[in-house]
């Protein structure tokens, strides 16, 4: 199930904030008053789409440090275990960075937009009405989209961290041992047995 949230997540987030960047204006329009200038913009949803995109950040996040930590088929692994697994401690670390980078990303640009468009009523004549930079927008959907691919990866690692600490046996098979035929012998035995078959 976390995998599933964590999909719906990492696909939601970019492109709820590339969607935001394509429909966001570069500038407000200035509207002279009495001593002061009135930034007008246009209605977009600018602020709920970063909003949206924090929140589903947020929400895979959850979901690979539950997937990572809480037991997975009545089967409980300690913490150490599992991170004695070094790459598994290695994109641990890298997707919990990259995550808080691109929740900063997507905050701060929120909350500037948002900031923006709530004040917008300036003293200074000369104000340009901006908004939120674009390009940060667009990075921090991209760091989310890497956040949540991390947090995918860190899934399939514990998996395989958890079947090691059990000593679970792997249904491929040894790591090494070829799985199919390749004796010269074997295969003219099947092509016999294949064509009495027929």
Known sequence: MPYLLIFFCSSQTPLTRIRSCFLQPPFGTPIQGKDVIICNFPDDPTVLLGTSSVVTLILAAIAGHVAIYFPYKGKSVPSNALFQNTTLLAFFILAEGVTFIALVMLVWTTVTEG???????????????????????GGGAFLALDAAIFWLICQMLTMNARSDYF?????????????????????QQLRCECEVAL
């Open 115 to 137: 900031l923006h468009r709530s004040r917008n009523v300036h003293h200074d004549l000369t104000t340009p009405c901006p908004t939120a930079k674009t390009g940060l927008f």
């Open 167 to 187: 000593d679970e046996d792997d249904p491929i098979g040894e790591y090494g041992e070829v799985n199919c035929v390749t004796d010269i012998e074997s295969i």
